[in-house]
C-alpha cells in the first residue's frame, strides 16, 4: 500500500507513522504537514506544505496512492466555533476532496472522537461539526471512507500529544489507562492499536464505515 498521512506530527499521527513503517503492507508514506517530522525512514517522504485549504501546488505528488490516514484534528477546548469549524471541517474536506478527485481507488480514513453525532442534530458543537465533517466525507467519491471515533487513546512507545494538558492528562493517568485498556475496550485504546487497525481496515475493509473504539481495539 502506498499510504498519505495527515497529521503525522500529532499524537495519532505519530502513532500511525510508527505502524506504518513497521508494517511490510505498506510501501511508502508521503507525510503532508505544516511542520516537519524530525524522522528519517526509507519508506517515509514528507511535503511540508503551508495552505491546508488548497493543494494546487503540490497536487501533482498527490495522486497514485492506496490510502490516506487523516489524524489532523484538535481539540474544540478554549476554541471558538469558527476557528473549531475551520480547522475541522473546512481542511478535512479541502484535502479530501482533492484526494478523491487524484485518486479514485482510495480508502480514505478519518480520524474522529467518540460521541461523534451524525445527526448533526446534538448539543455539543463539536460532535455537530465532526458529524458533518464525517458524513460529507462518505459522501465522497473514493473507493471506500472509514470514520475512526476512538474514545481515550493511551500513547505508547514515547509518543507524546502536542496538546500540553492532553500530555499532562496521559503522563500522570498512565498506569490507570494501561488497565482501562485491558478492562474496557470500549473506552480506550493505543496509538499502537489505531495505526495496526487504519492499516488493516484499508487493506481487508470493515463491514461498516464507523468504526467505534471496541471495533478498533477489535480489528
Ligand atoms: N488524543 C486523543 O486521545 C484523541 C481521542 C479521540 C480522538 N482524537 C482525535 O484525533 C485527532 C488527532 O488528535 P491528536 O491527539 O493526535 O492531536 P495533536 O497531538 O494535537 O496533533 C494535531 C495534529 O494536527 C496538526 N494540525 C493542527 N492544526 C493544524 C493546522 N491549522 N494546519 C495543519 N495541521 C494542523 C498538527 O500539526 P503541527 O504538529 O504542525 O501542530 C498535528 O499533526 C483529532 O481529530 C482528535 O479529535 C484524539
Given at each position: 500500500m502506498r499510504v498519505i498521512?495527515?497529521?503525522?506530527?500529532?499524537?495519532?499521527?505519530?502513532?500511525?507513522?510508527?505502524?506504518?513503517?513497521?508494517?511490510?503492507d505498506v510501501e511508502s508514506v508521503l507525510a503532508i504537514g505544516r511542520s516537519p517530522t524530525g524522522q528519517t525512514h526509507a519508506k517515509l517522504r514528507?511535503?511540508?506544505?503551508?495552505n491546508f485549504l488548497d493543494f494546487s501546488t503540490i497536487e501533482s505528488q498527490m495522486s497514485g496512492f492506496d490510502a490516506c490516514f487523516f489524524c489532523l484534528g484538535v481539540s474544540s477546548v478554549g476554541m471558538s466555533d469558527e476557528r473549531y469549524r475551520h480547522l475541522t471541517y473546512d481542511i478535512t474536506m479541502a484535502a479530501a476532496t482533492t484526494l478523491a478527485?487524484?485518486?479514485?481507488?482510495?480508502?480514505?480514513?478519518?480520524?474522529?472522537?467518540?460521541?461523534?453525532?451524525?445527526?448533526?442534530?446534538?448539543?455539543?458543537?463539536?460532535?455537530?461539526?465532526?458529524?458533518?465533517?464525517?458524513?460529507?466525507?462518505?459522501?465522497?467519491?473514493?473507493?471506500?471512507?472509514?470514520?475512526?471515533?476512538?474514545?481515550?487513546?493511551?500513547?505508547?512507545?514515547?509518543?507524546?500529544?502536542?496538546?500540553?494538558?492532553?500530555?499532562?492528562?496521559?503522563?500522570?493517568?498512565?498506569?490507570?489507562?494501561?488497565?482501562?485498556?485491558?478492562?474496557?475496550?470500549?473506552?480506550?485504546?493505543?496509538?499502537?492499536?489505531?495505526?495496526?487497525?487504519?492499516?488493516r481496515v484499508a487493506r481487508d475493509g470493515y463491514p461498516k464505515p464507523v468504526l467505534e473504539s471496541e471495533d478498533i481495539n477489535r480489528v
Open positions: 498521512l495527515f497529521g503525522a506530527t500529532g499524537m495519532v499521527g505519530q502513532g500511525v507513522l510508527r505502524e506504518c513503517l513497521l508494517d511490510a514528507e511535503i511540508v506544505h503551508d478527485r487524484l485518486n479514485p481507488g482510495m480508502v480514505f480514513i478519518y480520524v474522529t472522537g467518540r460521541g461523534t453525532g451524525s445527526t448533526e442534530q446534538g448539543r455539543l458543537m463539536w460532535a455537530r461539526v465532526k458529524g458533518k465533517t464525517e458524513n460529507d466525507l462518505l459522501k465522497l467519491p473514493f473507493k471506500a471512507a472509514y470514520m475512526f471515533r476512538p474514545a481515550g487513546i493511551q500513547p505508547l512507545h514515547g509518543i507524546k500529544s502536542k496538546t500540553a494538558w492532553v500530555q499532562a492528562i496521559y503522563v500522570a493517568t498512565a498506569p490507570l489507562l494501561t488497565m482501562l485498556n485491558r478492562v474496557s475496550p470500549t473506552y480506550m485504546t493505543t496509538t499502537e492499536q489505531v495505526g495496526r487497525a487504519m492499516i
